[in-house]
């Protein structure tokens, strides 16, 4: 007869199970990505600039190829985050986020002082550098959050980047609700808004966000669903408050109202992270509990086996090693796909001069389209209301294809090995569809035009981001997934300030000439019709349809590599951790059928009067690594 036993404390939890409890929480793997969920989720204060830009071109009396080149800066500041790579490369995820608080206070805040009159009015030179500035912050809080979270959860990093990328799409909806219920319509106190909301966030979590070792866990995944499940939810519920508001007009009351339940929501994670951390915690007091965890009591137990262990080889003498060769000798000489590149492996290599084509032409697009939208909106007659509206489509779109690709991506890869690449080559694609629609100016078409941009413009990055890590490796990620940032502004740049802007104030002189004005110092200079972007879009989609077929080269080169396990060392590494930890305790991780055979063995072996215990008494025989590796000779 065989018996097992296993036994968890009675009663309810005390005070110090409590405090035990908390600490878990605190200290646990999934509060560090609830806190990163909180922190991105208010870090997109880039993918604003719509809505407040129309206040500096008025108060300082900006052309619109100067609001461009403040939208570069925007641009170059939010997406060259190599500084903040190579900072998080040798130190703590909490200083980059610290660095990043500041730089988002400063840069938004003196941008406020400059639109509201409070100082004297800067230099262009200036405000570019204030916005620079202000924008940069994000880099530092997506590389303090999202690295830590891919690295701690390598096997999943297509919905950890899905998720946390799409909240920081979200986030834009997000604040204007929140800037709605504080502020009111008072645009210009948005731009305060974003200059403390966000570092005060960070500085909250700062000593929640860090690097842990990585366990395995099987529900992993279902965890990540459940996330998503939630912040589906909130993104529904935006958009259904954005629908509901571009057809009636709220008091301050309704405003702030519909702000405190999008903040429940954003807390709603918490009760799933809550959940997982308690299993954790009851599994490690179960554990604590039975001491022994698993152990065979006989009547007449066998005698211990004894294991002769191999020698251990002696390592090479000083004189046999050989000489690592310069990071500089090895810069044209890369690992294979999948093993960590160098920075300037990465740098240098094929695969990343292709990919930074693509997000060039992909995401340089997109992004003037974005930071365009409510000057293409006025230009074509649509109400102030509606612009906000387009904004808002926007950001909620931005998330669902940030969370859409990631997260489909990942099963696609693992079920299908279907390649992220061929992925970003479909998206940009469609975003040809969205250019076009613009460049037509189909009556209302802007709405349609807005969700396919938004939607693109949010599907590349965790994509771009995924693809980063799988081809060059996790040990330079940080940088490297800001290296491939870095061609985001420069598209911008090109399309935005040297295409979009130029084209639409020499539109709008010529207008202005056909009326027989002449434009006076400091006026701002104002477009309307179709063909104040028509051109532009047109280059735009053209620039697009190159970008997919640069992207698909990509496709073409790395077809083995995405056929392979590419997650096999992950796994195999987790295991090697979890039983590094087992022998350190002296216990052997058996599966469920390795620890029923090892029952039924002894139980054969052993007297006909045998019994199986969780807390044994008298003789017993562990089965501890010995024993297993006994039997495995």
């Excluded at 709605?180 to 106190?189: E, Q, R, V």
């Excluded at 007091?285 to 080889?313: G, I």
């Excluded at 230009?379 to 909620?396: A, C, D, K, R, W």
């Excluded at 002894?602 to 562990?622: C, D, H, L």
């Amino acid at each position: 007869m065989v018996a097992a036993e296993f036994s968890f404390g009675g009663g309810g939890l005390g005070h110090k199970e409590m405090r035990s409890f908390g600490l878990q929480v605190v200290h646990g793997r999934w509060f560090m990505v609830f806190a990163s969920m909180l922190i991105l989720s208010v870090a997109g204060a880039t993918y604003m600039f719509g809505l407040y830009s129309s206040d500096i071109k008025k108060s300082l009396g900006y052309d619109q190829t100067t609001v461009n080149l403040l939208s570069f800066f925007k641009d170059l500041g939010g997406n060259v985050g190599i500084i903040a790579g190579l900072i998080n490369e040798f130190t703590a995820p909490w200083v980059v986020l610290l660095i990043g608080a500041v730089m988002n206070f400063f840069g938004y805040f003196m941008i406020w002082l400059a639109v509201t009159g409070r100082t004297s009015k800067p230099r262009v030179w200036q405000m570019c550098l204030y916005i620079c500035i202000g924008a940069n912050s994000q880099t530092f809080s997506n590389t303090g959050a999202v690295v830590s979270c891919v690295k701690n959860f390598p096997e999943s990093r297509g919905s950890v980047l899905g998720l946390l990328k799409g909240l920081v799409g979200l986030s834009g909806a997000i604040i204007t609700q929140l800037f709605l219920a504080f502020y009111g319509g008072d645009s210009k106190a948005l731009i305060l808004l974003i200059g403390w909301l966000p570092a005060a966030v960070s500085m909250v979590f700062l000593p929640i966000i860090r690097l842990l070792k990585v366990v395995r866990q099987p529900n992993e995944l279902r965890v990540f669903y459940n996330l998503l499940y939630v912040t589906l939810g909130l993104a529904g519920f935006l958009m259904f408050l954005i629908i509901i508001q571009h057809n009636l007009r709220f008091s301050r009351i309704e405003y702030i109202g519909s702000a405190s339940v999008v903040l429940v929501l954003l807390f709603l994670p918490l009760a799933v992270v809550i959940f997982e951390e308690f299993k954790i915690w009851k599994s490690k007091m179960r554990a604590l509990n039975d001491q022994s965890q698993l152990k065979v009591v006989a009547e007449n137990p066998a005698p211990p086996v004894q294991v002769a262990l191999p020698p251990v080889a002696a390592p090479p003498s000083p004189q046999t090693q050989q000489k690592p060769n310069s990071c500089l000798q090895n810069v044209f000489r890369p690992p294979d796909r999948g093993e960590d590149y160098t920075i300037l492996q990465a740098v240098f290599s094929i695969d990343m001069l292709i990919l930074f084509t693509a997000i060039t032409c992909g995401a340089g697009g997109t992004l003037t389209a974005i930071d365009n939208l409510g000057q293409i909106g006025g230009s074509l007659g649509y109400p102030t209301h509606s612009i906000s509206t387009f904004i808002s489509l926007v950001s909620i779109w931005n998330y669902l294809g940030r969370v859409t690709s990631g997260f489909s991506s990942e099963v696609l890869l693992k079920k299908y090995k279907f390649p992220r690449p061929l992925l970003l080559t479909l998206v940009l694609l469609l975003s040809c569809v969205g250019h076009l629609l613009i460049a037509f100016g189909v009556p209302n078409s802007l709405y349609v035009a807005s969700v396919i941009i938004g939607f693109c413009f949010g599907a590349q990055w965790p994509l771009i981001f995924a693809i980063i890590s799988e081809i060059f490796g996790l040990k330079y990620y940080a940088t490297l997934i800001n290296v491939g940032g870095a061609a985001s502004p420069i598209g911008a740049y090109l399309l935005n300030v040297k295409v979009a802007g130029n084209l639409y104030d020499a539109e709008a002189l010529k207008q202005l000439k056909a009326l027989g004005k002449v434009r006076k110092a400091g006026e701002d200079l104002t477009c309307e019709g179709v063909p104040c972007y028509r051109l532009a879009f047109f280059i735009m989609a053209a620039v697009a349809l190159f970008g997919s077929l640069v992207s698909f080269i990509l496709v073409i080169r790395t077809r083995k590599f995405y056929r392979s396990d590419i997650y096999k060392k992950f796994r195999e590494a987790a295991e090697a951790a979890e039983s590094d930890v087992a022998a350190s305790s002296g216990m052997v991780p058996l599966t469920e059928i390795e620890a029923k055979a090892a029952v039924a063995a002894t139980a054969t072996a052993a007297a006909p009067s045998s019994t199986f215990s969780a807390a044994p008494q008298g003789s017993e025989t562990n089965l501890d690594l010995k024993n297993r590796a006994g039997e495995n000779q």
